[in-house]
């Protein structure tokens, strides 16, 4: 099965790139940008990627991001996902960031986004892999810093194609930005948004009605609301899901209980994403490798899966056509 899983076309639409910072790398450029992290080796660094919930993940991935500082890294940072993605057979990536966490640490919005368009137009060029890019706003900010920071990115318009929101859940549902995605759609992107990862299935509902979302990131506690998930069969809302990180991040206690296998049964257009691989243990092939074996899935869902991504992606019928 894994050189099954391995030989498959696959699509990645839910990938923060800062969460692909390895710890060898954070190494190299925490020594070249003479920032400190709090660990004294690679291993002390890995060891720690033992998560409670989403909140202590979140707290490590913003501490560790500051080592990631010029347009360079931002290249390297890139181009080092892409490589990867591409070893695994993923053709085409549309790949989260998270500007206020640069913007913040004053890197200006155009050195975060040069760095990484580069390193995008190098993986189509010499890896022939397509991606689009997706700035994230951060949830437990301010709508107010959303909206600034959608201003501040609106003079690169073209080079990136949506917008999403992500970080801290609970307690910062979708109805907080209204405003900011209203402006996004008036500028012509396309919208997703984490929800339903540990909130509970009203947040889904609320990105779908107020943000008017394309997408739904993570979107698992779906499962405990039967009328929501037979919409979202109806509608085909595509689910971008993170298994490992569902498990890393302790929403589920183990593999066997994660709800992928029931949601494709329910007719939920359901994918399988990376979102920040070397945190939890796993690139895409990986998470495809998890759920195989713990859920028993056939080669037939396997397919279907790898199909779902390509048609959830952004792209148009053509461009998809190419890549199936
Ligand atoms: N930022 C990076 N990974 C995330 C996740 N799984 N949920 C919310 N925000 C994130
Ligand atoms: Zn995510």
Aim: hydrophobic share 40%; glycine share 4%; with cysteine.
């Amino acid at each position: 099965m894994d050189d099954f899983i391995a030989a498959l076309p696959k699509a990645e639409l839910h990938l923060h790139i800062e969460g692909t910072l390895e710890p060898e790398l954070a190494f190299q450029l925490a020594d070249k940008n003479q920032v400190s992290l709090p660990f004294a080796t690679v291993a002390e660094m890995r060891a720690a990627y033992d998560f409670q919930d989403l909140q202590s993940f979140l707290d490590l991935y913003y501490a560790s991001i500051s080592v990631v500082c010029t347009e360079e890294d931002f290249h390297d940072l890139t181009l080092a996902y892409l490589k990867k993605a591409d070893s695994q057979n993923v053709r085409h990536t549309e790949i989260f960031f998270d500007p206020q966490s640069h913007t913040a640490r004053d890197i200006p919005m155009e050195t975060v986004l040069n760095g990484i368009t580069s390193a995008l137009k190098q993986g189509e060029r010499e890896l022939g892999i397509s991606s689009r890019l997706i700035l994230c706003f951060l949830r437990h900010l301010s709508a107010d810093s959303a909206w600034e920071t959608l201003q501040q990115a609106l003079p690169f318009r073209e080079q990136f194609i949506g917008v999403g929101l992500d970080s801290s859940e609970v307690g910062h549902p979708p109805s907080k930005f209204v405003k900011v995605f209203e402006e996004a759609r008036r500028n012509g992107l396309h919208i997703v948004c984490h929800a339903g990862e540990e909130g509970p299935p009203e947040y889904i509902t609320e990105a779908l009605d107020l943000l008017h979302a394309e997408r739904i990131d993570h979107g698992v506690h779906c499962m405990e609301d039967p009328a929501l998930v037979e919409r979202l069969a109806v509608e085909q809302i595509p689910l971008t899901v993170c298994p490992l990180s569902n498990v890393r991040l302790c929403v589920y206690p183990d593999m066997s209980q994660h709800p992928i296998k029931r949601m494709l049964e329910a007719g939920l257009r359901v994918t399988v994403n990376s979102d920040d691989p070397p945190y939890f243990g796993g690139y895409v092939n990986e998470n495809f490798t998890a759920v195989q074996q713990a859920l028993d899935l056939s080669r037939q869902e396997l397919i279907q899966l790898a199909r779902n991504s390509f048609t959830s992606a952004f792209l148009t019928d053509a461009e998809q056509q190419k890549l199936l």
